[in-house]
């Protein structure tokens, strides 16, 4: 397949010899229409590309040395040049029918630029909420993963959105790039919906799953909220310390307070 005719390239992030050899070892399905390309940091050297990626026709490479998830996916969307992009990681795993259902959604739903999904896992099932819904209104306890997000190219670009590089793996805040993307999407005007239907595999457990009472990443929830919700944040705070905090819980939640509240100042002190 050449770069021709190409109407959706999912954006695959990785980092070293490991990474790529997650990204051998996973699912990739030679579909009509859809490309893959391999956003690949090597920050200790070089390290040649695998023979089971050059035999692919349907395959791109682009090599940096940077450090950082959200660098990384800032290197693949300026590599990117599809009508349509799909975020994904190094161990994700894809059918031909869950590529399809993402173009299927764009086709049908030609007003929308950005489309979140779902993906499949045997370790943490996520729960999703119901029937299509605008994320301007977003329902209670929906958040979307990096992975379930696709978007069309050009309208990203055209708004000047990026993946903010101070959250994500390897940054200084460890996650929360995708909800800010969504938010900086929203605030600019784009017009993002969730649509039901499994696109992918992932059986890696997320971050949060990992991390959740990590002071670390209490922090980056501070940090990440006081983003996204500028002025009502200190209320959240509050509800998110009564819910997730004390009570026979692995954190106090004067531990929590704190934790977050540094969170936040160290982003008011960042810079973007």
């Given at each position: 397949m050449n770069g021709e005719g190409c109407r959706l390239q999912v954006l695959v992030c990785t980092l070293g010899a490991e990474g790529i050899r997650r990204v051998c070892a996973s699912s990739h399905p030679e579909v009509d229409g859809v490309r893959y390309l391999v956003s690949w940091q090597q920050p200790d050297g070089h390290v040649d590309v695998p023979e089971e990626i050059k035999k692919r026709n349907d395959f791109e490479v682009v090599v940096s040395a940077t450090?950082?998830?959200?660098?990384?996916?800032?290197?693949?969307?300026?590599?990117?040049?599809?009508?349509l992009v799909l975020i994904s990681d190094d161990d994700v795993g894809y059918t031909a029918e869950g590529l399809e259902r993402v173009l299927k959604a764009f086709e049908d739903r030609p007003e929308t630029d950005l489309i979140t999904m779902q993906y499949e896992s045997s370790g943490n099932p996520k729960k999703y909420v119901h029937g299509e819904v605008d994320l301007r209104c977003n329902p209670r306890g929906y958040y979307a993963t990096s992975i379930e997000i696709a978007f069309r190219l050009w309208r990203l670009r055209g708004a000047g959105i990026r993946f903010d590089e101070r959250f994500g793996i390897g940054a200084e805040f460890i996650a929360g790039e995708e909800q800010i993307?969504?938010?900086?999407?929203?605030?600019?005007?784009?017009?993002?919906?969730?649509?039901?239907?499994?696109?992918?595999?992932?059986?890696?457990?997320?971050?949060?799953?990992?991390?959740?009472?990590?002071?670390?990443?209490?922090?980056?929830?501070?940090?990440?909220?006081?983003?996204?919700?500028?002025?009502?944040?200190?209320?959240?705070m509050l509800t998110h310390a009564l819910r997730n905090a004390g009570g026979g819980k692995p954190i106090s939640r004067m531990a929590y307070l704190r934790a977050w509240l540094g969170g936040v100042a160290r982003l008011r002190h960042s810079t973007k």
């Open positions: 450090r950082g998830l959200s660098r990384n996916r800032n290197v693949a969307l300026d590599a990117a040049s599809a009508p993307l969504i938010d900086d999407a929203l605030r600019a005007g784009m017009r993002c919906r969730y649509v039901p239907g499994v696109i992918c595999r992932h059986d890696g457990s997320t971050t949060s799953d990992r991390h959740f009472y990590d002071p670390a990443y209490i922090a980056t929830k501070g940090a990440v909220i006081s983003r996204l919700f500028r002025f009502s944040w200190p209320f959240r």
